[in-house]
Structure formats: C-alpha cells, structure tokens
C-alpha cells in the first residue's frame, strides 16, 4: 500500500525558513512529477512547485527566489525549502506525487497536508 507521509512544517517569524519532506512508502515502480501545492484559508489550492523525474522545476511566480523543490530518487523523497517567508505563504502544503505502479499504472497520490505558518 502506497503512502506518504509529509513533515516539517511549523510556525516560523517572516524572514525565517522551513524545509518540508515528503516521503513515499510501499512498492511502487518510479515516481514521475512531484510537487508541492498549498491552500490558505478561504482561497483556492495552488501549485507552489513541482519536479520532473528528469529534475526540471518550475515555481509559481509568488515563491520564485525564495523556494527550492528538489528530490531524491534513492530515498523516493521530495522537499521544499522555503527561505525569506512571509505572512501570506501561511497554508496547508500538501505533497502531491505521480507514481507509475506496477506493472505500468500511473496514479496520483496526495499527503495529509502540514501546516506552515508565517508571523509577522
């Protein structure tokens, strides 16, 4: 059974960092996109970044500078660094990834969610 399981968010000052993890369990064939979205409080969910298996990235405007998506095919794990934070990157961030199942079934998977909180 596939899981992930995300961590590494909390409440920080603006100015400060965060590094969000998004670790996948259980048997799969490969991962393909991983990304990160967001959803503040009474706003739509938002892509903040995504990773292709071939290592592009590419980031909404808002977090261009400041956020850095990478990942790591070993350990099946992607993360979000986020420097320079201010009070409207406050949300939900949630892990979303599309892994190819055996024998050859594409499927997306969502984390639980974590919460970042920004002060001011």
């Known amino acids: 059974q596939v899981q992930l399981v995300e961590s590494g968010g909390g409440l920080v000052q603006a100015g400060g960092s965060l590094r969000l993890s998004c670790a996948v369990s259980?048997?799969?064939?490969?991962?393909?996109?991983m990304g990160w979205y967001r959803q503040a409080p009474g706003k739509q969910r938002e892509l903040v970044a995504a990773?292709?298996?071939?290592?592009?990235?590419n980031y909404a405007d808002s977090v261009k500078g400041r956020f850095t998506i990478s990942r790591d095919n070993a350990k099946k794990t992607q993360y979000l660094q986020m420097n320079n934070l201010k009070p409207e990157d406050t949300a939900v961030y949630y892990c979303?990834?599309?892994?190819?199942?055996?024998?050859?079934?594409?499927?997306?998977?969502w984390g639980q969610g974590t919460q970042v909180t920004v002060s001011s």
């Open positions: 259980g048997s799969i064939r490969s991962i393909n996109t």
């Open positions: 979303d990834v599309d892994l190819r199942l055996w024998p050859a079934t594409d499927k997306e998977y």
């Open positions: 990773v292709t298996s071939g290592g592009s990235a």
